[in-house]
């Protein structure tokens, strides 16, 4: 298959969405950002990567930063973390807090910003610099060492996130988190903050569609924990809108209100589309529509 020539058409066939809904200016650092951007990557299992776009233009990565905070809690204890948060889709928005206090402070997933919250909160444990293992996997994985935070959206976000101090907050209220609030909060911030290319988060994925392999040949996760990060990405990786992503894309994928979403298939590739413009449950409009365009022309999915 020529997969460059299928990513132009691609980049081509999704033109006309480019710039339909609304760039999230909910953290005002991020809605200066031009809407009408789009770009591709796949990294093949065990070989090359490809692109077309703008895809070697970074971007905030925003909420995929929790499938690599939950990866490095999972290679350091294991199941332990599920003591702490559920693996269920919520059927809310990814910063409700309804269902924090209707379930007694245990978040319904760790995608979702409460359960996201509870992970960097042991990352922190773990390793007194949860923003910082994040920071240091990603520039491994990706192979880029100038991957790093917009401290600008950082201040952004931190200046504004008064949803997600009142979720820390409700959850400390619970006896679920181990860490002072304010250093949670500044290292979720930071995790959310980072900046990266469709190449460099494509890259970064890669480990998902080879059964745990790290880029250095080193098992990171074991194909257990590797299937089960990507089945929670299936079922919760697009929050209110997983039923639907799974329905059109039919692969594990996670989305950031950056604009950005990752995408695994198993075994051969890993794929990173952005486009800033997002729809209602705050997933890229044009970049679900170029997955569902990449699977569908492809025949790789899950299903
Ligand atoms: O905490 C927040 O609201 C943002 N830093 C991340 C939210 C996000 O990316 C949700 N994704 N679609």
Not at 131 to 143: K, M
């Amino acid at each position: 298959m020529d997969i460059q020539r299928l990513l132009d058409d691609i980049a081509a066939t999704v033109e006309p969405l480019l710039g339909e809904g609304h760039v999230a200016d909910y953290i005002p650092g991020l809605g200066a950002v031009a809407p009408g951007q789009f770009g591709i990557s796949v990294a093949m299992a065990d070989g090359p990567v490809y692109g077309a776009g703008d895809w070697q233009r970074p971007f905030s990565i925003q909420s995929i930063s929790k499938v690599f905070s939950l990866a490095l809690v999972l290679s350091r204890e294991g199941d332990a973390i599920w003591r702490r948060v559920f693996r269920e889709p919520s059927g809310t928005p990814f910063n409700s807090l309804v269902q924090l206090e209707a379930e007694n402070g245990i978040p319904r997933n760790p995608f979702i910003n409460a359960g996201a919250l509870v992970v960097t909160d042991r990352l922190q444990t773990l390793t007194r610099d949860a923003a910082g293992a994040v920071t240091a996997l990603l520039r491994t994985e990706s192979g880029n060492p100038a991957v790093g935070v917009d401290e600008r959206v950082a201040a952004s976000e931190a200046a504004n996130g008064h949803r997600n101090a009142s979720m820390a907050h409700m959850l400390a209220s619970y006896g679920n988190l181990e860490n002072p609030v304010d250093e949670v909060l500044e290292h979720y911030f930071r995790q959310c903050a980072l900046e990266m290319s469709c190449a460099d988060l494509a890259l970064a994925s890669r480990f998902l569609a080879r059964n745990g392999v790290a880029s250095d040949g080193t098992a990171f996760l074991s194909p257990s924990q590797s299937k089960r990060v990507n089945a929670v990405m299936l079922t919760c990786g697009t929050y209110d809108a997983a039923g639907e992503f799974a329905y059109r894309v039919g692969l594990p994928g996670k989305s950031g209100v950056g604009g950005g979403i990752i995408a695994v298939v198993p075994g051969k590739c890993s794929i990173c589309v952005w486009s800033p413009a997002l729809g209602p449950n705050g997933n890229s409009v044009a970049g679900v529509a170029a997955l569902d365009e990449f699977t569908t022309r492809t025949g790789w999915s899950v299903f």
